[in-house]
Structure formats: structure tokens, C-alpha cells
Nanobody, 124 residues
Framework: QVQLVESGGGLVQAGGSLRLSCATSGRTISNYAMGWFRQAAGKEREFVGRITWSGGRTYYADSVKGRFTVSRDNALNTVYLHMNSLKPEDTAVYYC?????????????????WGQGTQVTVSS
């Protein structure tokens, strides 16, 4: 059974930084694209960023481009979301996710395996 577990959330002041981690068990992530999503209170879940299974390319939502970076450490079976220059509007529960199939370039709807989420709160 595949499990994704996020950690690293917390309370930070605007302009600060956080690093979220997503540890995966039950599969080796090296063959899978990985993604990060977030859901603010009262809003729908939205795409934040993703990294290809090879690790060679990353993609981001316009709202976080230039501030957030997705990286992966296959040896640790972990994916990271590095968040800099945080803004109050970044406040949300952050989820990592993975598609079911390996060696694919998944669309947003293809991310079907989810972690439980970690809360990020940015104070002004």
C-alpha cells in the first residue's frame, strides 16, 4: 500500500521560508512524477508544482513561480517543496500527490494518490 506523508508545515511570517517534505512508502518514487497541491479554507484544491519522474523538469502555478521550488531525493524516497518569500495568500493545507502509473507526464487529474496534508500559515 502506497502512503505519502507530508511534514514541515507551520506558522511563518510574510517574507519567510519553509521547506515541506513528502516521504513515500510502498513504492520507489524514482519512476513517478510527483506533485504538490494546496487548499485554502473555503476554496478548491489547486495545483502548486510538479516534478517529472526523471527529475529533469519542474512546472509551477503562476502564483508561486519564482518563489517555490520542487525537488526530489530518490535515495530518500522524498520530494520537497521549498517555499520562499511567503505571502499570507499562501496560507493553505499543502498536499503531495502522485499518479498511479510510472514513467508518465501526468495531468492534474492523474494525481490520484494523496498524503494527509500539512498546514502552512503565513502571518502578515
Amino acid at each position: 500500500q502506497v502512503q505519502l506523508v507530508e511534514s514541515g508545515g507551520g506558522l511563518v511570517q510574510a517574507g519567510g521560508s519553509l521547506r515541506l517534505s513528502c516521504a513515500t512508502s510502498g513504492r520507489t518514487i524514482s519512476n513517478y512524477a510527483m506533485g504538490w497541491f494546496r487548499q485554502a479554507a473555503g476554496k478548491e484544491r489547486e495545483f502548486v508544482g510538479r516534478i517529472t519522474w526523471s527529475g529533469g523538469r519542474t512546472y509551477y502555478a503562476d502564483s508561486v513561480k519564482g518563489r517555490f521550488t520542487v525537488s526530489r531525493d530518490n535515495a530518500l524516497n522524498t520530494v520537497y517543496l521549498h517555499m520562499n518569500s511567503l505571502k499570507p495568500e499562501d496560507t493553505a493545507v499543502y498536499y503531495c500527490a502522485s499518479p498511479r502509473r510510472p514513467f508518465t507526464t501526468p495531468q492534474v487529474d492523474d494525481f490520484v494518490l494523496w498524503g494527509q496534508g500539512t498546514q502552512v500559515t503565513v502571518s502578515s
